[in-house]
Every structure is written in C-alpha cells, then in structure tokens.
C-alpha cells in the first residue's frame, strides 16, 4: 500500500516536472489505439492481412517524445525499410537463381555478410550519432526480406505490404507528433541554454555578497541553505550529452515558431560548450564560499566593493544573455555588464598593487587569491559567451532588441568608447554604471538585491 | 573513389581503436544467419512458420555489443513478452464476452490505456535507466497479441508461438555474447578508471616541471607539443555518461574474471566521480601552463622544489592507484607518496611564510597562487580518491599486494607513523622519502624522470 502511494507520488512529480509528459502519453495511447484499427476493419484488413503489426509495431518503435526524434527515427525507417527492400529482392532473385540446394546456403552467407558489415558501420562515430537506427532497421528488414522470400512466392508483395505498412505507421506518428501539441527538440535545446546560463547568473548575482560577508558566520543551517540555493549550477555540469542529443533531434525538426529549418543549431553546441567551462569555474569557485582557511573579514572588507561588482556585473551579463536567447533578440547591453566587470577588476588590481596584500597569510593568500582568479576568467568566460551569442545571433538572425528610439545614438556612441579593454578606459566607469542601472531595470522582476547594490554604486559614485 | 579511400581509413581506425568491434560483427553476422535456419528447415518451419521472424527480429535487436548490455535487453524481453503476453490473453479473454460490437471497442480502450500508462511509466527515471526497453517491449506485446487475438483464433497458440521465438532468439544471443570472446561491460568500467586515473598521472607527473620551466620559452611548436600530450586527461571530464551506463549494463552480468555477481558496481561510479572532480582541477590548472600572465622564472626557481614535487608526488600516486584497480590489488603505498604530497605542501607554506612573495606583482602573485590552491586541491581530491578506492577495495575483496614478506611490518610501522596529518611529521620527511622511492622502483617502467627526481632528492637531502 505505501508502495503504491509512492508509486503515485513520483508520478505526480515527473508530471509536474514536465506536463507534456502526459500529453505524449495520450499521443501514444491514441496513436495505437488508431493503427491497430487495421485489424478491426475487415476492408483494411484485407488489403493488409498480419502485415498490418508492422504499422503497430513502428508506431510504437518510432513515436518518440520530441517531434525531432520522432522524424528523424520515422525518416530512417522508412529509408532503411526502402532500401533494405530493394535489396533483399535482389538478393532473393541472386540466390534463387543458384538451385535448390544452393538457395539457403547463398541466402545464409548474404545475410551474413550483410549483419556484420552494418553492424560495424555503427561504430562509425558520424554513423552511430545520426543513422544508429536506420542501420538496425537495414539489418532487420534486409533479413527478413531475404529470408521469408525464400517461403514466400511472392516477395515482392510482401515487400511492398511491409513498406506500405512502415510507412503508414510511420507517417501517423510524425503526423500526430508534429500536429498535436508538439514537443520541438530545437525548442527545448534553445531553452536549455537560456536556463543554464540563468542558471549561472543567478550563483554570480549572490556570490559577491555571499563571499564577503560570510566569514565569522558559522550557523551550520544558513550554511545548509546557502549550499543549496547555489546548487543549482551543478545541473549544468553534466548537460554535454543532453545538449548533444536535442541538437542531433532537431537536426531533423522542420521550421517551427521562431526556428527556420536550418537553424544553426551546431553553433548551439559552441556556445553550450562555453557555458560549461564557465560552470567549471563556478564549480571551483563554490569550493572557496565554505572554505576551511578562513580568509580575515579584514581583507575581505577591503577588496568587498570590487569583487562584489565583478561577480555582480558578470552575473547581469550572464542575466541579460539569457533573456536575449530566450526572446531571440540581439544582445545589447551585455557589453556594458562585462565592460563593468573589466573596470572592477582594474580597481581590484590597483587595490592590489597598493600593497594591500602585505601582511595577509599565505594560506588566506591562496584562497583569496585563487578565488580571484576564478572570478577573472568567468569574466573571460562571460566575453567569450557573448562573443559565441552575437555569433548565433547573427547566424540565426535574431531581431533587434525593440528600444526607444532617442536612446540609440547615445548608446552606440557609449558602447564604442568601452568597446576596447578596459584598462584604457578607467575614467569612464561612473558613466558606464550609471547607464547600465538605467536600462537594466526594465527586464529584470527580482532587483530586490539590484536595488540594493544601486544605492551602494550611487554611494560610491 | 576519394571518398571510398575515406571510409576504409576511417574503418581501419574504428577498428583500430577496439578490435572486439570487428569480432563483435561476425558473431552478429553468425547468428543472424543460424536463427534464420528456421526458414529453411522444413521441421524448424513447421513448428513455427512465419513467427520464426520474431527469432530474427529479437536477434537484431537485443544483440549488443557488451554481455551486459545483450543479457538485461534479452531478459527485459523476454520478461515483457511473457508478462505482456498473458495479459494480451487476458484482455482478448475479456473483450470478447462483450459481444461482436463490444469487442473492437473495448480492445482499443484497452490498447489505448496500456499504452498511455506505459509511456508515462517511462519517464520515471529509475524506470528509464533500467527498463525502459522493458516497457517498450511490454506495450508492442500487448497491443500485437490483444489485437491479433481478435482476427487469429488460436490466441493461446500465437502468443506461445511469439513467446517461444523470443526466447530462442534472444538464448541465442546471450549464449554467443557469453561464450564466444565476451565483452564485459564491468571489464570495460573497471578498466576505463584505471585508465582515467593514469591520464591524471600522466598529467601530474609532469606538471611540475613543464610549469616551472616553461617561462621565457616561446617556442610555439613546443607549446603545441605539450598543449597536444597533456589533453589526454580532456577525456574524463566527460565520461559521466559512459561510466554509468557501464555500470549499469555490469550490473546485469553474471560473475566474470575477477568479479563476482554482485560486484560493488556503485562504488566505482562514487570513484570515477571523484576522479572527473579531480580532472575539473586539472582542466583548470593546464590553463596556467600557458597563461598570459608570465610569472616572473625568478619566484618559479625559488618554489620550484615543492611544486615539483606536490604534483610529482601527487601524480605519483595516482599512478600507484591506476595499477593497483587494474590489478585488483589493495593500495599500500599510495598513503605514503600522499603524504610526501603533503609534507612538500608543508615546505610550500614555510617557504611561502618566510616572505618570498613580498616582491611579487599581484597579476603574478594570482596567477601563481591559483596554481598552487589547484595543486592542494588535487592533492586533496588525491586523499579523498585513495579512500574511495580503499572502500572499493575492501568492498570488492581486493588481494593483498604480494611483497617481500621481511619487508613488510618495516613498511606497516613506517606508515603508522606518517598516517597522521602532515603538518605534525614534517621531522619525518626524508625518511619517508627514501622508503617510498624504494617500494615504487619496480612497478613502474617509465622511470627516467623518477630517477631524475631521485637525485635531486638526495641532493636536497
């Protein structure tokens, strides 16, 4: 009984996780429910007779959860079953041709020869990535075929019936998948990167605070709590495979919504690769938010308003990249966010460089130190995300961000002063904070700690 | 004609890679070939006609490349179809009481509610990891027998038919994958650690001296040499995926070589995660081989001895730790070359201490800080390995390294001494360096670089 209820639970949980999980479920169930229709109507039946179970047979094979999946399998199928066809007919009539005795013998070394030649073709690397499955559907049909041709007189009809049958199969789930509440593979591969990259802003807003002022604290629930709320990055880690397959999936997927049918989804992969870097970076910077050498509160205070707008800037960035992926608009003012980032990290070097660092420990040295560096290569990270974004945005031809108009001009010519390192532009940094506050708040809904950080940033400036 | 020459390169080098690909196709060549005897021989026919195509089908499909892969999808199979099968009788049992009008009716509900619950039941994750090929077995069976029922009369005699070609084709392919030159998946995750583990080594043992000597050198054909033997250890950041799906295929394996049935497969993914935290570190160190940031050669000549030998040390036993997984032997002198990791820390530190760094410039002063937190860190990683790998080892009933028995209660006081945490032993440092350069001479046979270290050891000494 206890069993059962969490049987129930769980299954309210994947439900809820992703409710078109019950959607495609009924897709299935009517899907089948219909195909196999054939063999309750006799003028179906007639035509089709027990050739019928291949159209059940590749419905429940083919119908897979996203509509890419579902076409590129159905595709492959069919393909396969074509031309597995054509060549188990061929190689019927070769053997058929040799004698009696010679038929089965003949017939055995194709099919064979055949196996095994398939089967390593599927380890081709390029092969098993994208026609894994057709191979398999090669081998079974061209087996079937070629053997059932030798009972069978009628080979050809029986070809025919088993292709008719695939494709009728085949054609209903990508009709059903496609048409009724789908689920697009390149939709979801473009949300996954918005979200992990979200996902990556959100530690970066916290981490500047969280850092500096963690130290001294050691209530062990507020510690729990801050561990987990920060998690969330770690999702990010493991998404390689993930994202591969949702780009392999929507490879196949025609236009939909806002994706044209070749869409550049391979640039997708780049930027998705990048954004993992930076997770490991965060990765190891996580390690030093719980870290056993203490670094003083002293030394933390005093380098607290740099650090603090390096991970705050790079996290708006990381922020507004993600909204601009998720509306498919140009990035615009990303720039400023890494630019600031830059500035910040200008001021921490000089706060360095001015001997603050004199009297602290080693070993707090290491922590801090390290725990800087990771914090300048995600800004590195985050200007190479950028630069992969204005890539992808250009490749799939984002919109412009819709802006008032007098705004423009004033920004572009903003955008080109800061547009070269930021070494060379320290002067301009009050401008550029004040800017960036100024066009940030539109998109944003939690600048609760925005907010804060403003007041802070017009108290400095 | 180039792109033939392509194919055959590019199939050589599969092969290459894994020759048990090449065997692996003829065995599937084989008993594709075997089962499809049942055509051919009148008595085999008889008993079954065209169902023998089910024979064939399962063989397609179920024949993978490791034991443990084919025996779970030709048990999932198997079980689905006599399950699924009996309740395919059931429902045909059930509709057709309700009459000529009831019957189509209340099959297709049946067909439609098995289906949709099915597919939903998959996307439970523990579901999916383990018997997802189960289920989609389970919902063909059922929709083929319930409603092949409604036409054929013998229902009990289709679905024994169907049953009964199941099992024969897939005892063929476990009895093949078994018995003819097998592929363990347990063999293969056990010996994808080992390796991972020696790629870290490998990256370790010459960390030490490419990062302190590698200043000033601008040669580029250099840099892409060491940039090109160093991305070995890139592989393990990504082997997430592979372990765990070794793994669970392993779990389906009966005992094999040195592993039992019920072998610790768990144990080794909790190891090979541990090894992938540790490449994270790694990844992020070998940024710091070629860093912009040039540290000064001055301060690298100064720390040189203990970095060397931190990562040496740490590589070293790493190494140790490789051989002894790929022997299936306890670990005994990993503690120690842990513990001279340690105790070159401790040198670090005092070195550190003694106010080497007050003429460092903070970029550089960051730069080689970082790489000295990553190398703790390593270090740490090292320690937290080697106890997952005792876990395993005590879990798994690893032998006892065969050794020279006088030499053995030596070694045991030597390592109660230095079992304990470095700091409190540096006083010990040499001894420990002398016995762990004897003990790991003979299992290793690269040792030109080790000699050097040895040297220069005792120089220090």
Request: with cysteine; glycine share 6%.
């Amino acid at each position: 009984m206890e069993k059962v209820r969490e049987i129930v639970r769980e299954g309210r949980r994947v439900a809820k996780e992703d409710p078109r999980r019950v959607v495609h479920s009924f897709k299935v169930g009517l899907v089948l429910a219909l195909v196999s229709s054939f063999y309750y109507y006799q003028p179906l039946y007639d035509s089709f007779g027990v050739n019928a179970m291949w159209a059940v047979m590749t419905v429940v094979v083919v119908f897979e959860f996203s509509v890419g999946a579902t076409l590129g399998k159905g595709l492959n199928r069919v393909a396969a079953t074509l031309f597995a066809g054509g060549l188990g007919i061929g190689a019927h009539h070769l053997a058929s041709m040799s004698g009696a005795t010679g038929e089965p013998i003949l017939l055995a070394i194709f099919v064979f020869v055949q196996a095994a030649l398939s089967t390593f073709v599927r380890f081709f690397p390029r092969v098993k990535a994208r026609y894994d499955y057709s191979l398999l559907i090669f081998i079974l049909t061209f087996a079937l075929i070629s053997v059932s041709g030798f009972r069978e007189e009628q080979v050809l009809m029986l070809t025919h019936k088993r292709i008719s049958t695939v494709i009728i199969g085949g054609l209903s789930c990508v009709l059903i998948s496609i048409f009724v509440c789908p689920v697009w593979a390149g939709q979801d591969l473009h949300s996954l990167l918005a979200s992990n990259l979200e996902k990556l802003s959100f530690f970066l807003l916290g981490f500047g605070d969280k850092y500096c002022e963690a130290v001294g604290n050691d209530d062990t629930k507020e510690v729990d709590k801050r561990k987990n709320d920060f998690d969330n990055y770690k999702s990010v880690l493991n998404s390689k495979s993930n994202e591969e397959s949702l780009a392999n999936f929507a490879k196949w997927e025609p236009g939909h919504g806002q994706f044209r049918f070749r869409h550049p989804w391979k640039q997708y992969l780049a930027l998705g690769e990048l954004i993992r870097q930076c997770a490991y970076r965060i990765h190891a910077l996580n390690s030093y938010l719980n870290d056993d050498t203490k670094v003083s509160i002293d030394i933390k205070k005093k380098l607290r308003e740099p650090l603090r707008r390096m991970s705050l800037e790079s996290g708006k960035a990381m922020k507004e990249m993600s909204m601009s992926l998720k509306n498919m608009t140009k990035p615009s003012s990303c720039e400023l966010h890494v630019q600031n980032a830059r500035s910040a990290c200008k001021s921490l070097t000089n706060l360095l460089n001015s001997g603050i660092l004199k009297e602290v420990e080693p070993l707090e040295l290491i922590s801090l130190l390290t725990a800087i560096s990771l914090l300048i290569d995600i800004i590195n990270l985050t200007e190479k995300i950028l630069e992969s974004l204005h890539e992808l945005a250009s490749a799939a031809k984002f919109k412009n961000k819709i802006e008032r108009p007098n705004l423009l001009p004033e920004k572009t010519s903003a955008k080109s002063i800061v547009s070269v390192r930021p070494i060379k532009c320290h002067d301009d940094d009050h401008v550029i904070t004040i800017i960036e506050d100024d066009g940030n708040d539109d998109d944003t809904s939690k600048n609760d700690s925005r907010k804060m950080k403003e007041v802070s940033n017009h108290g400095e400036t």
